[in-house]
């Protein structure tokens, strides 16, 4: 691994994980770079993308990131209208009724989500309502709520809607979908996986006889945001969104792994109940942000892995229940594999912020206004070059650490300027 | 819970019916006493236990909560291995829930033991106001299918001890009867699969003894 993964801000690995206000500020000016020529980066500098959304992507920009990463944001520009079509439609009774019989028991601590009708409990029945009409032969999975309600707290209810179509189309598919086939297939790759990580561990489950599906169905389902402390859910979506579903297999086998993973441990859980038990409670020492990232980084389990393994248990499906019901579309590992598979243009990736505010700071335009861009992108054409973009000199991606000096100040700049034309801080 | 607590059986209990009627605090009011107006939704398992005196026997009942919504129910022959006992739930207010008892009932007996002690819950007593399941439809439903029946409110308490206590005394005579200890799986499964080690001891005494 690089190792730039350390430089400046080895403290993401350690305790309490409050990250330095001047390196937060560096990050900032780091992804607003990358947001600001995201096909490149995606392109030519992927792992670089990858690292920092490793070391945690900075919290004033992490909606902004996953609207890029998921690959929503083309959608969004692809399928202008779309949403709003949806949200004016009252939406089939069968599933309305459903969703609102769950709006209030959604993260019910969370301010946003904790009045009875509030904005918070509005945008979550309009995202999903919305992702009903979308897929209506998918129609609604109780799961998709608590991730439609992760993504609310960082993006606006269109925004949210979007990824959470990508996360339900390209990361996970089929996961929510009649039958829950998909599920129960991870449920083997991830028990076939474990043997590999830990033996001990996978020898007691298969003692006792505990099926995947008994513990890891709402860790997968909700991509562990009911499970795990709140700074390391972030962490974990961060990595997820950016690497794909391998990320959540990593987090299972970790929790299993420091669970379960000494004939020490399993002596102290004899049964089928008390290991479920065990799994519910998971010690808090391996859920902290720190260790959990470092433990997900360095476990050697692959997106080719996990493919070779669900081809096996494709094949065991098939000889146990014949053909699957649900024909998902094949999954998709993580932001890159998205944007392989669909190039944007540039001017779908082009950020639009609704609301500017003009500032005698920012000295250098690298957004514009919906309205004056629709100009802007006739002159550029006709000129045949981009003026809205800004020049990768200010930051030199492969060599961060030398420029480190010039980077805290030129950051902030940038950071000061970018921040006040946003629309989510 | 009480998972040191030595005691003469274990009894699986399983909790079942549609979505937003109350399973989770029929839970949590009978292991913890505690009561959510807001509880999450239950997406997978939710389980906890909780050790009753019953006559001179102690029993240690685990209790299963899954979610109600139908497309978890792809999932859910795991859940329902090894259960002795169900409590079908239903919620007194929306008389949809209560017409999918039916269908619930079939989705149990084709996954669990046939000698399962299935007990029809009609939950939310406190709404009265709403009703719009009457309880003698409700009663007589339920004594044409032979189950036992009971109206609850997890929410001011009332009979939630007695509808477990109820359905656990019936396990208990159950298992007691020679009839279902020979040829039922659920009362061999009991010391089996359910996991007694250390206390697999005293549980056989028990057995003995009653």
């Known amino acids: 691994m690089d190792l730039s993964l350390c430089s400046g801000a080895q403290t993401c690995w350690n305790s309490a994980e409050e990250v330095p206000i001047g390196v937060l500020r560096q990050r900032e000016a780091k992804w607003l770079e990358m947001l600001n020529s995201w096909d490149k980066w995606m392109s030519k500098k992927h792992n670089k993308v990858k690292e920092r959304c490793q070391k945690g992507i900075p919290p004033s920009l992490r909606g902004r990131a996953w609207l890029y990463l998921t690959g929503a944001k083309v959608k969004r520009e692809q399928n202008k209208g779309r949403f709003e079509e949806l949200d004016n439609q009252p939406g089939d009774p069968k599933w309305v009724d459903v969703i609102e019989r769950d709006l209030h028991r959604q993260f019910p601590f969370h301010e946003m989500f904790a009045a009875r009708g509030g904005h918070g409990q509005q945008d979550l029945f309009r995202v999903l309502k919305a992702y009903t009409l979308h897929r209506p032969e998918e129609g609604y999975c109780q799961a998709q709520a608590p991730v439609a309600a992760v993504l609310l707290m960082h993006m606006p209810a269109e925004d949210a809607f979007w990824v959470l179509v990508q996360i339900c189309e390209k990361y996970l598919p089929g996961y929510y979908s009649t039958g829950l086939e998909a599920i129960q297939l991870d449920g083997e790759i991830l028990y076939a996986l474990l043997r590999r990580v830990s033996v001990v561990a996978h020898r007691h489950l298969k003692k006792h006889k505990l099926e995947p599906i008994l513990y890891m169905t709402e860790w997968f389902m909700c991509a562990f945001s009911r499970t795990l402390p709140w700074s390391s859910v972030l962490r974990v979506w961060d990595m997820f969104l950016c690497e794909g579903v391998k990320i959540l297999f990593r987090v299972g086998l970790v929790v299993l792994k420091c669970m379960l993973g000494t004939q020490e441990k399993v002596k102290s859980c004899q049964g089928l109940y008390e290991t479920m038990e065990l799994l519910k409670k998971i010690n808090p020492q391996y859920m902290r942000e720190g260790f959990l990232v470092q433990e997900i980084i360095e476990l050697p389990v692959s997106e080719k892995d996990i493919e070779k393994e669900h081809q096996a248990q494709l094949r065991r499906w098939k000889e146990n229940h014949g053909d699957l019901n649900c024909k998902s579309p094949p999954r998709m590992h993580g932001a890159k594999a998205i944007m392989t598979a669909e190039p944007p243009s540039r001017q779908e990736l082009r950020q639009r912020p609704t609301i500017i505010v003009e500032s005698p700071l920012a000295s250098k335009t690298d957004v514009v206004p919906e309205d004056k861009a629709k100009g802007r992108i006739k002159t550029t054409n006709e000129n045949g070059q981009t003026t809205v973009f800004p020049t990768e000199e200010i930051v030199n991606p492969s060599d961060p650490s030398p420029a480190l000096e010039h980077m805290t100040i030129q950051g902030s700049k940038e950071s000061l300027s970018s921040a006040e034309q946003d629309t989510y801080l | ?210």
Not at chain 2, 73 to 87: E, K, N
Not at chain 2, 177 to 189: L, M, Y
Request: glycine fraction near 6%.
């Open chain 2, 1 to 210: 819970m009480g998972s040191d607590d030595s005691y003469n059986f274990v009894f699986k209990v399983v909790l079942i019916g549609e979505s937003g009627v109350g399973k989770s605090n029929l839970l949590s009011r009978f292991t913890k006493n505690e009561f959510m107006h807001d509880s999450r939704t239950t997406i997978g398992v939710e389980f906890s236990t909780r050790t009753v005196q019953l006559d001179h026997l102690t029993i240690k009942a685990q209790i299963w909560d899954t979610a109600g919504l139908e497309r978890y129910r792809a999932i859910t022959s795991a859940y329902y291995r090894g259960a002795v006992g169900a409590l079908l739930v239903y919620d007194i207010s929306k008389h949809l829930t209560y017409e999918s008892a039916e269908r619930w009932l079939k989705e149990l007996y084709d996954h669990a033991d046939p000698h399962i002690v299935v007990m029809l819950v009609g939950n939310k007593k406190d709404l009265e106001t709403l009703r719009t399941v009457p309880t003698e439809e409700a009663k007589d439903f339920a004594d044409k299918k032979g189950l036992m029946f009971i109206e609850t409110s997890a929410l001011d308490s009332t009979n939630v001890e007695a509808a477990f206590n109820e359905v656990l005394t019936a396990i208990h005579k159950k298992v007691a009867s020679k009839e279902v200890t020979r040829g039922s799986i659920s009362a061999v499964t009991l010391s089996g699969s359910l996991g007694l080690t250390r206390e697999s001891q005293e549980e056989q005494k028990g057995c003995c003894k009653s």
